[in-house]
């Protein structure tokens, strides 16, 4: 009995630990976009001074895209839409967009301006 018991001990030891793991990765995750939108911010408020779009930038909001599950620990990367937003009311906002690829097992991640291309007509 103390044998079936000590077993039992020990594996609930050991899913603490993988719980306790599993759950600082997934605040890892979240500082790593947070880190994304500050420096998202930087750049657009550097290219908003340069003149490459009208700001001023208040902040900025990332978002997964479609297909990306940041709290599933089996993915090693993940795309994020970014807005560095230009101006904001109670019910809606508008900036410019960033389309970001975030590799979460080396914690960095690249981003770009995206521009909607003229052909399209917007």
Known sequence: MRRLAAAFLLLAILLA????RAADERRARA???KRL????TARARMQAAAGVFKGPVLRTRCDPALGTDQTDLTEL??????????????????????????????????????????????
């Open 37 to 40: 939108e500050a420096a998202v």
């Open 77 to 122: 990367a993940g795309r994020y839409r970014c807005i560095a937003i230009t101006y904001e009311t109670r019910f809606n906002y508008t900036g410019e967009i960033y389309l970001a690829m975030v590799d979460y097992r080396h914690r960095t991640f690249r981003f770009r301006r995206y521009k909607i291309p003229l052909y399209l007509g917007v």
């Open 31 to 33: 500082d790593l976009v």
């Open 17 to 20: 630990g993988c719980a306790s």
